[in-house]
């Protein structure tokens, strides 16, 4: 079986068999030291939330920007400017603050896999929430090897919590 697809930074026909592994790195060139910089420090910086209901796409922005092969100047300057509309990170709940020093420290003692392994089987009733933003984050910084932006997304994720209603309506489902 064969999957054909376009790679995004080069425009060619890209043709994996069901065997092949491409890695994050052989996919997407590491984004630029100034780049990286911005992006190291972004969940520092900003609140994931501005104006207190939207979501900050600047850091998945700038690396979909970047794995689409913009130039990083280019792909800086949107990031420059997205940012300015953004809430400083003082703007954020102080309960999503407490979530992200913790993701933070668990990342450092266990690693992004173990991490992973351990925390996002019990968040996934949650993964909907704010229309997936916090997943898409996590999964951004993770393919891409962002550390803080793999905090900030399991913070996100841990701070919008499961869902519920979702346990609750598990006595609807017809094989239950």
Request: with cysteine.
């Amino acid at each position: 079986m064969q999957l054909v697809g376009y790679g995004p930074s080069h425009r060619r026909k890209l043709l994996i068999s069901r065997n092949a592994t491409i890695t994050a790195a052989e996919q997407h060139p590491t984004p630029g030291e100034a780049l990286q910089q911005a992006l190291d420090t972004h969940h520092h910086r900003f609140s994931p939330l501005y104006q207190g209901y939207l979501s900050d796409h600047a850091p998945i922005g700038a690396l979909a920007l970047h794995g689409l092969g913009r130039h990083e100047p280019e792909v800086l300057g949107w990031y420059e400017h997205y940012c300015g509309k953004l809430d400083a990170i003082d703007a954020a709940p102080a309960d999503y603050l407490e979530k992200l020093a913790e993701s933070e420290r668990a990342l450092t003692d266990l690693g992004r896999d173990a991490l992973l392994a351990r925390e996002l089987p019990l968040l996934i009733s949650g993964w909907t929430r704010n229309a997936f933003h916090p997943l898409i984050r996590l999964a951004y910084g993770y393919h891409f090897g962002i550390d803080g932006e793999i905090a900030a997304g399991l913070a996100y994720l841990k701070w919008c919590g499961p869902d519920e209603t979702i346990g609750r309506a598990q006595h609807l489902r017809p094989d239950a």
